[in-house]
């Protein structure tokens, strides 16, 4: 799952890796409620990237022990239910205040595949700079 800062289209709202986020009409996913890390959790990475060109926003990846499932009972078990192992998210700070951070995109395995999917995510992916990690 990607995100795309620059084009967020319609939102649904849902359960999705155990928080609560939205879902665009291009099925991406972009958790909401996640300001602080939980206790488990550690930021692995912290950086920037600019939403549309100018205004300069923050971003981090987040190291979880949990991969969380979907939720939703019609998918695959290993998709729908939360699962123990090492799992690297993305996040991504709002474009109104700084420290906020307000949607997210992906689940990966390693630290190098999130790195990876925040600078080659549409729109802002060319922008991203990295402080830490």
């Known amino acids: 799952m990607g ?5 967020l289209g319609a939102f649904l709202v849902t359960k999705v890796f155990g928080k609560m986020a939205t879902v665009n009409s291009s099925n991406q996913t972009l958790v ?11 930021v692995v990475a912290t950086g920037i990237f600019l939403y549309a060109g100018t205004i300069e926003c923050d971003l981090r990846i987040v190291l979880s022990p ?6 939703d009972d019609e998918d695959e078990p290993d998709i729908a239910h939360d699962s ?12 109104t205040q700084r420290g906020i951070f307000n ?19 549409q729109g802002i992916g060319s922008t991203v700079r990295w402080h830490l990690g």
């Open 103 to 121: 949607a997210g995109g992906g689940a990966y395995p390693s630290l190098e595949e999130a790195r990876a999917a925040a600078e080659s995510a």
């Open 66 to 71: 949990i991969r969380y499932g979907s939720g």
């Open 84 to 95: 123990v192992g090492d799992t690297y998210y993305v996040q991504y700070g709002s474009t």
């Open 32 to 42: 909401t409620k996640m300001n602080p890390p939980d206790n488990s959790e550690k």
């Open 3 to 7: 995100f795309a800062a620059a084009n």
